[in-house]
Each structure stands twice: as C-alpha cells, then as structure tokens.
C-alpha cells in the first residue's frame, strides 16, 4: 500500500508556527489506531487509556512478538526532582511489550525489588518517497524512595525477558544517587552531539571523567537535520534508534540531563514539537509545565543548583516556537533562581539552554535570550552558564551589562558577585564543527593568540542581524570537545571549570568562587 502523503506545504509552512502546522496536520490526517501517540501525551487528551493519580499517561503495550526475543536497548538515566532519593530509568524496545519492568538492588545478584515500568509508544506518519511510518516503543520507570549517597544495580525486561536470569546478567548496570550532604563533585557538559564517530569518542573520554552526570544542552540526536521546526525539514525518527544505542555506554549509569535545542522540535508530533522528547526522555517534573515542556526543570546536585530553560521559546534567530510558553517559562526562571539563590545548601547557580547568548561563531549570539533572561541571570547572580548551538568551544571573560567587565584568562578565577557572568558556548558534543569569522584564530590552553576583538552580530526579532563588536570573546577552540567542572565545597566554595579536547586535552580552565 502506498504510504499516505501528509505534510505542511513548504510555502504554506514558511508562514505558520510550529502549533498551527500541528494543527493543519491533525485535521488532514485521521489514523484508526490502538496505539497512543507522543502526541496525545503532550496534550494529556488520550482517550481509551488509565491515567495513574499523577496524570502520568500509561500506554496498552501488546505484540505479537515473544517477548523472549524482544531485546532491550538504549538505557537512559535521568535524576528525578530530587537527585537523592529519585532516578528514572528509560530504555528503548523494537516491538511493542507486555509488564516491562525494572530490578533492583544494592549487588548485581541481588536484584529482588520490582518496578513496574510503562510503555510510551510513538508513531510518526509516512511520506510518499521520503521514509516510511515508523512505530517506536520507548519504556520508563519510576525510581523514588531511594537513599541518598548509594550505588544500585538495576536490569530493564518484560514479560519473556528476565535481566536477572543467566542469559541477560552480563547487562546488568548500576547508578549512583546524589549525597545527602555537599560534598565534592564533578559533572559534564556538551551541546549538539548527534550520531558520529565524533560523538561516540566524546562519550568515551567523557566517561573517564567518573561524572555524576551530564547536562546536555540541547540539538540531541539530529533526527530532524534542518532545525527550523517545520514539518518540511528532512526528518527520520530511526536516527534515534541509532542515538540511544550509541549513547546507552555511558547514559546507563551517567544521568543524561538534556533540555531542547532548535532540532529537537519535531513538529510531527504536538503543537510545540515536544511530543518526542515526552516519549523517549523522563526528566525532572518540576517545571512550570512538564506536561508539554519537558526541557524545562530544576534539580539540586551538593552545593550547585541547576536550571534547564528551553531557548526556542526566546529565540529571535529560529522562530518556530517563540513566545509560545506566553512567558511562562521565564516567570518560572525568574522565581526558580530567586529559590535557589534563597537556599542555605546552593552555593552556585548554573544555568544551561541551547542558543547562545554570546559567541562569534555560525549562529552567532541571539538578542531574544539577552533582553529576557540575561536581566534575570543578573539580577540573582547566576555563576555559570552553558550553551551549545555553535559546533565550537567558546568562552567569555566576566560579562556585565552586555560588555566584558574583567578579563578572565585561561587559569584565572572569576567571582560573579563582582565582575559578572561567564558564558561558555559548549557546542562540540559530536556534530560536524563550526569555525570562527574569518581571520579570527582559535586560541586555547597551549595556543593562546593575542586577544582582539571580533566581528560578529547578534539576532533581533525582526531575523535582521545586528553587527557589533565582541570585546568578550576569550578562549575560542575548533574541535570536539567537552565541559567537566568540579564542584568544591569548603570554606571557599569553589567551581574549576575545565575545557577537555577529544584526545583528552585540557584547552580552558577557570575557577568561579562567591566573595573569594
């Protein structure tokens, strides 16, 4: 049978947002189907399905298929509100399963506790010539009451398939919750990873790093290649297939804490194009609204507060979805870090989305993030923040008032209550690299050029780029790369912030420390 030809016109997508090409496609296409689209959980109208007291939407899972030979993949760790006692387990399978559930325990033979897991299957519409209809069946558990400061085993199977049998114990992996005290820590940061060969070495040196987790800012998996939020652009939801079995080495005992960047709009999907990432992510629920947002959250990790935003609501650059939150989000940003910054245990505030608010590279630096949240960052004294969207490594000195307000060279500390904020552009997760304007050199730990200032422009609303003249630009690198920053506690608290090539070289490092 010839499979359906369904789409927005590009002409007619070109003058629509995201939610009216959404609301085009659900009046042409009528799908007579049992299954429950990442669509549905988005909006949280399902009809013919149970809905646990939360409101979490639980999915019929049937098949045909044995579950005996349904095999699992792409384990995904996520932290729950509350990184101490809270874990979210998620896993992908190709076929449709009965009961998955997870075991656990505190030794890999002894996994006897049993949670049951659910199942959220996603359906994306064929296109005549383009791919065909693809169904896809991602699993989640819910882990809470867990203590603090603890190492667990867990396995992921269903009805036919036991992980604490023989034949599966060799997949038997492990996590660790948050401790119930500050104490040293380190994470890890990336934007922009995608399915390469350069992403899969990022996961592997970022691995030696033992962090306790990952932010992930954003532009995950590239399986809509244009970013535009349209359902026009060129997009294959298998590609996720193939990012969750790559990323599943190190995100299966690494929370992979990742918010929404441009191309994770997938406009098939839900008015906002998220209804993806509610099917295959389980993050945090504490946002303003988890339920169609879920990019959007806040957890405490020892002394550092985080905060996950999702930049396409702001973003003069990439349209699609500007304004849709009817500011919201940043309403719920402005009280977040004024919670935060209240709390007696939270030393630092870190802060990361997807566009950048300042970097001289491709994208270049976006006027809608700057004039709403930049005020905010200001205002409660955020400490660090981390973007991706640029394919580069790039970072400030302190920024104060749009300018830089004092220099931070390679081995410098900085402290925000002073000289002001410092942005790093942590865009070299995987994806094919960016460069900088031409005639402007990298420069890096080991290769530091004269610092000059560059020409560059940022984004207005009007999608008109604004030239200007970047006196902040201080550390620029060319090259895969990561974040891994330490979190100290002590008399003087402090972050040591360091920049890691993908051979495992340091290309940046700075210290942030409050009233040092």
């Not at 304007?437 to 890096?444: A, I, L, Q």
Request: neutral net charge; aromatic residues 10%; contains cysteine.
């Amino acid at each position: 049978m010839d499979t359906p030809d369904v789409g927005v016109p590009p002409q007619l997508a070109e003058r629509l947002s995201m939610a009216e090409q959404y609301e085009y496609l659900r009046t042409r296409i009528t799908r007579r189907r049992t299954l429950v689209t990442a669509g549905a959980v988005a909006s949280g109208l399902l009809a013919g399905c149970s809905t646990t007291p939360g409101g979490t939407v639980r999915t019929p899972a049937t098949s045909r298929v044995r579950g005996s030979a349904v095999r699992p993949f792409g384990r995904h760790l996520a932290f729950g509100a509350d990184p101490k006692t809270r874990m979210r387990i998620s896993w992908q399978v190709p076929f449709a399963v009965r009961r998955p559930y997870v075991r656990l325990g505190h030794r890999p033979d002894d996994l006897g506790r049993q949670v049951e897991a659910e199942v959220r299957a996603l359906h994306t519409p064929g296109v005549r010539g383009v791919r065909p209809a693809v169904e896809q069946y991602y699993v989640h558990a819910a882990l809470d009451g867990l203590r603090p400061g603890t190492t667990y085993y867990y396995g992921v199977g269903h009805e036919g398939w036991d992980p604490a049998s023989p034949a599966h114990r060799s997949a038997i992996a492990s996590f660790r919750t948050a401790p119930a005290t500050p104490e040293r820590f380190v994470f890890t940061a990336f934007g922009d990873q995608g399915v390469s060969t350069g992403a899969d070495t990022n996961d592997h040196v970022l691995l030696r790093q033992n962090p306790a987790f990952h932010l992930h800012a954003g532009d995950i998996c590239y399986a809509d290649v244009n970013g535009a939020g349209k359902t026009s652009d060129g997009y294959d939801p298998r590609f996720w297939d193939l990012f969750l079995k790559q990323t599943e080495t190190v995100a299966k005992s690494v929370p992979w804490m990742v918010t929404t960047g441009n191309h994770d709009m997938e406009a098939w999907y839900s008015p906002n194009g998220y209804g993806g990432q509610l099917a295959r992510f389980s993050l945090p629920d504490n946002g303003f609204d988890p339920r169609r947002t879920p990019g959007v959250y806040a957890f405490a990790y020892g002394n550092v507060g985080f905060v996950a935003l999702d930049a396409n609501d702001v973003s003069h650059e990439i349209p699609a979805n500007f304004g849709h939150t009817g500011g919201r989000q940043t309403r719920w940003l402005d009280s977040t870090l004024g919670r935060l910054r209240a709390d007696k245990d939270v030393d630092f505030v870190v802060v990361f989305f997807h566009h950048c608010a300042y970097s001289t590279s491709q994208h270049a630096s976006d006027g809608g993030l700057r004039e709403q949240w930049l005020p905010l960052f200001a205002r409660h004294q955020v400490d660090l923040v981390i973007n991706g969207h640029n394919h580069v490594y790039e970072r400030t000195d302190a920024i104060r008032e749009g300018a830089a307000a004092r220099p931070v060279p390679v081995g410098a500390s900085t402290d925000p209550t002073r000289d002001g904020i410092v942005y790093v552009t942590a865009g070299g997760g995987g994806r094919d690299l960016y460069s900088f304007p031409s005639g402007v050199k990298d420069s890096y730990e080991g290769n530091i050029a004269r610092h000059d200032e560059v020409k560059t422009f940022h984004w207005t609303e009007s999608k008109v780029p604004v030239p200007e003249t970047a006196d902040w630009s201080r550390v620029r690198y060319t090259g895969f790369s990561f974040l891994s920053v330490e979190a100290e506690t002590g008399t003087v608290p402090r972050l040591k912030v360091s920049a890691l090539a993908q051979s495992g070289d340091r290309i940046d490092h700075f210290e942030v420390r409050r009233g040092g």
